[in-house]
């Protein structure tokens, strides 16, 4: 495990927002040492209408922002390590990592 997230309750469905930490045994939230990014998940299903043409792929967005400039990780790596964060932790998720897009956000 190499991302764990605390997760910020909202009203919206399909929509899924995480602040992101480097794993640790303990987390502390005032600690920017861990801390690598805010990650808003948007998954997009697929219309009934088009299921019907074989489109059976839900797609995702990650929108990565607020992401910590002291961290040692190349940007390649992170958006692998928030793919597999997304696939392992969000509930009845059921996407393949192909159907991720990962966006980085400029920073506030």
């Known amino acids: 495990m190499d991302f764990i997230g605390v997760e910020e309750i909202q009203p919206y469905e399909n929509i899924y927002e995480y602040k992101i930490f480097k794993y640790d045994d303990v987390i502390e939230l ?3 040492k861990n801390f690598i990014c805010d990650l808003k998940f948007i998954k997009l299903n697929i219309n009934p209408l088009y299921k019907e043409k074989e489109i059976e792929e839900s797609v995702g967005y990650a ?3 607020n992401l910590n400039k002291n961290v040692d990780i190349t940007l390649e790596d992170i958006e692998k390590k928030i793919k597999k964060f997304i696939i392992r932790e969000i ?3 059921n996407i393949n990592e192909k159907s991720i897009n990962v966006i980085f956000g400029l920073n506030k």
């Open 63 to 65: 929108i990565i922002e």
């Open 91 to 93: 509930p009845l998720i």
């Open 30 to 32: 005032g600690n920017n």
